[in-house]
C-alpha cells in the first residue's frame, strides 16, 4: 500500500495512538514504502497497489537492487539488513530452477512460475552484499541456488518463520515432556486471529506453507524414532481461523493428551492471548543486530545460530534441525562468546566443588 508509515500505524491498530504514535507522528509521516515486487498468484487474499512493473523477474529484481543502492545512498548508511516480514506466499516445492545460479538466473529471465517474488528479494540482497533474514514460512532462502550464490557473495541469510507465540510455547513445553520422559497422544493447536496475516492464511495455499513450518517442531524435539513408547504415535493437529473481531491481538489455544508412569492419562491446556506484532517486532530487531554481526564477523551463508528466532530453523544439508528453545539460546550465547574470543558455556559447575590440591 502507498500509506506512509503514520497512515499504517493508525490502520494496523496495534499501537496506542496517544502514548505511542503521536509523539513521533513527524518521523513515520517522512517513511514510505518503495513500490513491492508483488503477485496475487502467490498471496491469493491480498491486492497490490504499490506495486513494481518490469519486463521480466529478473528486470524486477534488478529494480530491487537499485532501491537497495538509492536507500544506501539516500541515507548516508554503510550497511544494511533485509528481514522479510510480507505475507506467506503459497506453498512451493523447489524444482530445477532451484538448484543453482545458473538456472535461477536464466529462470528469472524467463518469469519460471516456481520464483516467488520474496526470491526475488533474495537475490537482490545477496547480490548487493546486504545480509537476508527469512520471516516467513515459504521458501526463500532454502534451497541450493540461493544458498550458493550467499556463499559466493559473502553474506549471511538466515530463516525460516518467525518463532512468536503458540510455537514458542511449544518448544518450551515439548523439551518439558522429554526431560521428564512423560508421553504425548496428541497435541491439537488452533489459532484465531483477524489482522492481514490471518486474512492472508485463510487461503488453502498460503496455510498449507504455515501448516509445514508449525507440524515440524514436535517431532523433530520429541525425536519419536528414539523414544517411540513414548511418542511413536502422537496425532498433531494445527489449525488457523480468520477471525476479524480479533485484530492483531491473536488466540492460540493447546490441548495436550500426555501420559505417566503406568500410562496414566492427563491433560495440559494452554490458552496464549498474545499480540502477533508486539511479539514479533524484537524478534525483527535481534535479528537485523545479529545478522549484521554475523556478517561483520566473515560468516557466510546460513546462520544456524539464530535458530532461537525461527519455527523451521535452516540447518546445512543433512544436518538435523535443533528445534529445542533452550537448546538453541544456549547454541545463541556460545556463538556470541566464540565471536567474542571467550570461552564456551558448559554449565558443567565441577570446579566449585573439587578441592584444590597444592603440589
Not at 507522528?25 to 491486492?47: C, G, I, N, T, W
Not at 538466473?105 to 526470491?119: C, L, R, T, V
Not at 534441525?321 to 545463541?332: A, C, S, T, Y
Request: proline content about 6%; hydrophobic content about 40%; overall charge negative.
Amino acid at each position: 500500500m502507498p500509506d506512509n508509515l503514520y497512515q499504517c500505524c493508525l490502520h494496523c491498530a496495534v499501537f496506542d495512538k496517544h502514548a505511542h504514535i503521536e509523539p513521533i507522528r513527524e518521523f513515520l509521516e517522512s517513511v514510505s514504502p518503495m513500490p513491492a515486487v508483488f503477485d496475487q498468484h502467490y498471496v491469493k487474499r491480498l491486492e497490490g497497489k504499490n506495486v513494481k512493473k518490469g519486463a521480466n523477474k529478473r528486470d524486477l529484481a534488478e529494480q530491487l537492487r537499485h532501491d537497495i543502492r538509492d536507500f544506501k545512498q539516500r541515507t548516508g548508511v554503510s550497511r544494511c539488513v533485509m528481514v522479510w516480514c510480507a505475507s506467506t506466499e503459497v506453498f512451493i516445492t523447489p524444482t530445477a530452477v532451484h538448484q543453482s545460479i545458473e538456472a535461477f538466473e536464466k529462470g528469472m529471465e524467463n518469469d519460471d512460475p516456481s520464483i516467488a517474488p520474496s526470491h526475488l528479494y533474495a537475490w537482490a540482497s545477496i547480490m548487493e552484499g546486504v545480509p537476508f533474514a527469512n520471516g516467513a514460512p515459504n521458501l526463500t532462502v532454502d534451497f541450493p541456488a540461493i544458498q550458493e550464490l550467499a556463499k559466493r557473495e559473502g553474506v549471511a541469510i538466515s530463516g525460516k518463520d518467525f518463532k512468536s507465540g503458540q510455537t514458542m510455547m511449544k518448544t518450551i513445553l515439548a523439551p518439558g515432556l522429554k526431560a521428564r520422559m512423560i508421553g504425548l497422544n496428541g497435541w491439537f493447536s488452533t489459532n484465531i486471529l483477524g489482522n492481514r496475516d490471518g486474512a492472508v492464511l485463510d487461503d488453502p495455499q498460503s496455510f498449507k506453507t504455515k501448516e509445514e513450518s508449525k507440524l515440524g517442531v514436535i517431532e523433530h524435539i520429541l525425536q519419536p524414532d528414539i523414544h517411540p513408547e513414548l511418542y511413536g504415535n502422537v496425532y498433531h493437529k494445527v489449525r488457523i481461523e480468520y477471525y476479524p473481531p480479533r485484530g492483531d491481538n491473536k488466540e492460540g489455544w493447546d490441548n495436550l493428551d500426555i501420559f505417566g508412569w503406568l500410562g496414566y492419562p492427563m491433560q495440559i491446556k494452554v490458552d496464549f492471548l498474545c499480540r502477533d506484532s508486539i511479539l514479533a517486532a524484537p524478534i525483527v530487531l535481534d535479528l537485523a543486530l545479529f545478522m549484521d554481526l554475523a556478517q561483520r564477523s566473515g560468516m557466510s551463508g546460513i546462520q544456524e545460530w539464530l535458530s532461537f528466532y525461527y519455527k523451521s530453523p535452516m540447518t546445512a544439508p543433512g544436518l538435523y534441525p535443533e528445534h529445542d528453545l533452550f537448546i538453541q539460546h544456549m547454541k545463541l550465547k556460545n556463538t556470541l562468546r566464540h565471536i567474542m574470543g571467550e570461552d564456551q558455556i558448559t554449565h558443567l559447575g565441577l570446579d566449585y566443588y573439587e578441592e584444590t590440591v597444592e603440589v
